[in-house]
């Protein structure tokens, strides 16, 4: 199994609420990473965890809250956003070199 | 790491090669040049990466010049799905979590 699993697929979230981003993979991958993607751009690196501790935050606002609750699972909790933090969420894992991406989820802030 | 440069935009015709050209003349002598590629609406993909050897799988190959400083990913037979835009990154060390995406090329294969 070579996946790496994202839902939502879609969100749509209001600058109040509070929603949760979340990502999976089976592939005994000892890194896991979160990147933001704006139309027409390249990925942003936001956050790394290695080995279930986060060991990059690319100085990413505190509205964005990663989680590592297991080494297969990836969080990130979302809260007050604003309209410009739409964008493509994309969610990758690594055991050294190469990075294998999931399908992102698309997020509109309203 | 070093900073990579990348046409705009590329395109070629279906059955023929697909060569992506990409300069990174800053390149260290333990920094690896990677390619990975986005089709639309979906995350990217791993291609191949290289350190000095020329490099070949079954998705295309990696001719990196004897100084290092620029390269080309070859896509042999190219294919409308191959329609995509390619990302050429130079990363330090082999083990580096850190991947920079620069503005990479966007390949339209037509028929």
């Known amino acids: ?110 | 790491d070093a900073k990579t440069t990348q046409p705009t935009s590329m395109d070629c015709a279906e059955g023929r090669a697909a060569n992506l050209p990409c300069n990174h003349s800053t390149i260290s002598g333990n920094e690896y040049v990677y390619w990975y590629r986005q089709i639309h609406s979906q995350g990217p993909q791993y291609i191949i990466h290289g350190l000095k050897n020329n490099e070949t799988n079954e998705m295309a190959s990696l001719i990196i010049t004897e100084d290092r400083k620029s390269s080309t990913l070859i896509l042999p037979h190219a294919t409308l799905r191959d329609t995509a835009v390619y990302y050429c990154i130079v990363r330090a060390t082999y083990n580096t979590d850190k991947l920079i995406f620069g503005t990479g090329t966007r390949l339209q294969v037509f028929p």
């Open chain 1, 1 to 110: 199994d070579t996946e790496v699993t994202q839902t939502p697929k879609h969100l749509v979230m209001g600058m109040t609420n509070k929603k949760s981003l979340k990502c999976e993979q089976h592939m005994g991958h000892r890194a896991m990473y979160w990147y933001k993607q704006k139309a027409k751009k390249p990925p942003e690196l936001m956050f790394v965890y290695s080995y279930e501790k986060l060991s990059i935050n690319e100085s990413v606002p505190s509205r964005f809250s990663p989680e590592c609750p297991n080494s297969s699972l990836l969080n990130l909790h979302l809260h007050a956003l604003q309209p410009e933090d739409s964008a493509l969420y994309l969610c990758a894992s690594s055991q050294a070199g190469e990075q294998y991406f999931g399908p992102g989820t698309r997020l509109t802030v309203t």
